[in-house]
């Protein structure tokens, strides 16, 4: 186990923004132990407040599904890959064919925008700064690098199978919201996996030394890659079919005990 690669949400983090204690203290041992430890979530570089301000981590952080690495010590973005405009309007009509009435959302490089429609009520404080998206208007000087397709009256998971073979010409989709219909998007060749093994490649580490941790679709690809890949039990069956592995639930703890584990078996080799 040369490096740790885990998802946030659902994997280590709760709907509450919190991680264990437990988690935490497994994560600081991995680099105490000389372990790289790197991050590889759907969130943009302003939602990572969990892993500043309860685990200490001022490391890289794989952003937005592998569309954005960010350096989270400089506050700065390390690389990028921006969606082309026109692919964007044309997965958009795509989808309001499929769905009409699909609400639609970008995320660039320094913000969000939003349709009217697309959040629920009283979540811009979650959101945080927004701005009012008009997809009838052009994008110009906006770095998209996840565009976003919310419906509220379909599953998750038929949404995602209905819209994906539609729109895989101009983006990648998947989604993260396990009870939301939400759909992310981004450049067709990107997705966690992609930016977790260049991270990798450029350290010398190849897959077989990677351990990875996930639990959502969004998670596949990644845990495919890893050498060694955790689905949490508590997660999407999509994750779950795809992974290697299976960690104990997120409510268990499960990425801090496999952790402890294998850090013990490290220290016995």
Known sequence: MRLVASDMDGTIVGSNGRMSPRTVQAFQDCVAAGVD????????????????????HLGTVICSNGALT?????????????????????????????????????????????????ADPGTSEILGSVEALAFEDSLPGEDVVKFL??????????????VRPAVQH???????????ALL???VPSINKAV?????????????????AFGDMPNDIQMLEWAGHGYAMASGHPAALEA???????FEDDGVAQILEQR????KTA
């Open 195 to 211: 930016t977790l093994a260049e991270y990798a490649r450029a350290r010398g580490i190849p897959a077989s030394d990677v351990v």
């Open 170 to 180: 101009l983006v990648s989709a998947t989604h993260s919201a396990p009870a939301i």
């Open 70 to 118: 960010y350096d989270l010590k400089a506050e700065r973005v390390l690389d990028v890959h921006l969606l082309d405009h026109q692919h964007i309007y044309e997965a958009r009509d795509i989808i309001r064919g499929l769905y009409p009435a699909a609400a639609f959302a970008a995320e660039t490089v320094s913000g969000f925008m939003i349709e009217p429609g697309f």
């Open 149 to 162: 397709a919310r419906e509220r009256d379909v599953h998750p998971d038929e949404f995602l199978h209905t």
């Open 263 to 266: 850090l013990a078996a490290l």
């Open 37 to 56: 430890v790197v991050f590889v979530t759907g969130r943009p570089p302003r939602w990572l407040q969990p892993l500043r301000e309860q685990l200490g």
């Open 243 to 249: 992974a290697n592995l299976v960690a104990p639930a």
């Open 184 to 186: 992310e998007m981004a």
